[in-house]
């Protein structure tokens, strides 16, 4: 297969994105995707709140929707964003890249971003993996983000039993020598609607799970050792408590599901926290109202009749994220209109 430019698909990579993010104090939203509808809903959203954004495709995704498919489906989100918002842009990004030819292969296929997760490795075999795919990436102007610590949790092809805090004193030397454009750091979020463990939390008057607070005397070390750097937030999702009610009472079962706090992840956006991943909360939503109209209409077999009702909700939950969490609502003509 010949290389395909990223450019020749109207996309962007995320330098600009994440210059302005950490100048204006706010959050790129990176939501993940994995049928038409989501990607519908995260679209239309993004354009009516004049958000940028990055459209996140995991190791699975790509599989289940086929990378040549996968291509032609952000081609085509690009085109329909012109139409509903023509100055606004978006980034294509691999979400926990595990291997070089894995990044390669979407590299080369049209995305704009990949991140190579070598976190799992020692230290120094790290900075190899993540250094031999920027050294790739960057003849073509893709942007790669890197990994420092290790995030618990499971998310799609994600998982690991512990988390791991992103150690202050590695982030200079892994950046220099790697070259990336943006750091993934672990100070207290996971992957997946349980983050945390029962006995991690304290329960509030109501009885509710409150999760321990985000490790913000971590990334301040961080913002000292690396100022002005791009940070990520991988495993970001709030797992809204509605969300999660409306599964369990209409025939799901997700118990002890507790996320990261709105108002918590408000604080990081004005950080330099310029990326925050939301996979979860759109899982969530979308499996919530499905219940809902199979508990309403039992007798409902046309797929749009469900999924419709489903993509608007996503839709209602991405608005709200880019206002009042991230920050990032009115942010577009910032970046691309200049």
Do not use: W
């Amino acid at each position: 297969m010949s290389r395909i430019s990223y450019q020749d698909l109207g996309l962007v990579n995320t330098k600009a994105m994440f210059k302005n993010a950490i100048e204006h104090q706010f959050a790129v939203p990176a939501y993940n995707f994995n049928n038409l509808e989501q990607l519908q809903a995260i679209v239309t959203a993004c354009a009516e709140s004049d958000s940028p954004f990055i459209l996140q495709v995991s190791s699975g995704a790509r599989k289940y929707a086929h990378q040549t498919l996968l291509r032609f489906l952000a081609e085509g989100a690009g085109a329909m964003l012109r139409e509903l918002n023509p100055h606004l842009r978006f980034a294509l990004h691999l979400d926990h890249g595990d291997t070089f030819e894995l990044c390669k292969t979407c590299i080369d296929s049209g995305f704009s971003s990949v991140m190579i997760d070598g976190s799992h490795h020692s230290f120094e075999d790290n900075i190899a993996l993540t250094r031999k795919v920027v050294d790739y990436a960057h003849q073509y102007d893709v942007s790669v983000e890197g990994e420092l610590g290790v995030l618990a949790g499971i998310e799609d092809e994600v998982s690991s039993e512990h988390s791991t805090y992103t150690h202050p004193e590695e982030v200079i030397e892994f950046v220099k020598k790697t070259n990336v454009d943006s750091l993934a750091i672990s100070i207290g979020t996971s992957h997946g609607a349980n983050k945390f463990k029962p006995e991690q939390c304290t329960r509030d008057a109501s009885g509710v799970l409150v999760p321990p607070p985000l490790r913000f005397d971590i990334l301040e070390e961080i913002e000292k050792k690396i100022p002005g750097f791009p940070i990520v937030l991988h495993g970001a999702s709030s797992v809204l408590p509605k969300y999660v009610k409306m599964i369990n009472e209409f025939g799901g079962k997700i118990e002890d599901a507790v996320g990261i706090p709105e108002e918590q992840l408000r604080k990081a956006a004005r950080s330099a926290v310029c990326k925050i991943n939301i996979d979860s909360d759109g899982r969530l939503v979308f499996t919530a109202m499905i219940r809902k109209v199979f508990k309403d209409k039992p007798g409902e077999f046309d797929p749009r009749k469900y999924l419709a009702p489903a993509r608007d909700e996503l839709k209602n939950m991405i608005l709200e994220k880019n206002k009042n969490v991230l920050g990032s609502a009115g942010k577009g003509k910032l970046i691309f209109a200049s």
